[in-house]
């Protein structure tokens, strides 16, 4: 199986800094799109960037500018570096990896545990 861990969360004051990582491990036999998540107390889950195996890059509009993800393909990790943190970006931030298992043809979504992010003053 896909596991994903993430780590890098924490308390930070409006404007600050925080920098996320998601390591996959297990029985993988590739990785393709890797990306980050977040979800508020009361409200959906909702993509917060994107990354696939070449490098591109996709962002939702509320962070443009603000984060940036990353990855190694070798260590299998992403990243998410978060500058000028808003209080609205206080949420449970989720790591996804879409992977093809050892032994299989098909691709599945794997989500980390989650870690929680807090902007407040």
């Known amino acids: 199986q896909v596991q994903l861990v993430e780590s890098g969360g924490g308390l930070v004051q409006p404007g600050g800094s925080l920098s996320l990582s998601c390591i996959a491990s297990?029985?993988?036999?590739?990785?393709?799109?890797m990306g980050w998540y977040r979800q508020a107390p009361g409200k959906q889950r909702e993509l917060v960037a994107t990354?696939?195996?070449?490098?591109?890059?996709n962002y939702a509009d509320f962070v443009k500018g603000r984060f940036t993800i990353s990855r190694d393909n070798g260590k299998n990790t992403v990243y998410l570096q978060m500058n000028s943190l808003k209080p609205e970006d206080t949420a449970v931030y989720y790591c996804?990896?879409?992977?093809?298992?050892?032994?299989?043809?098909?691709?599945?979504?794997?989500w980390g545990q989650g870690t929680q992010v807090t902007v407040s003053s």
């Open positions: 996804n990896g879409r992977a093809r298992p050892m032994g299989s043809a098909r691709e599945y979504d794997y």
């Open positions: 297990g029985r993988i036999s590739s990785i393709n799109a």
């Open positions: 990354t696939t195996r070449d490098g591109t890059t």
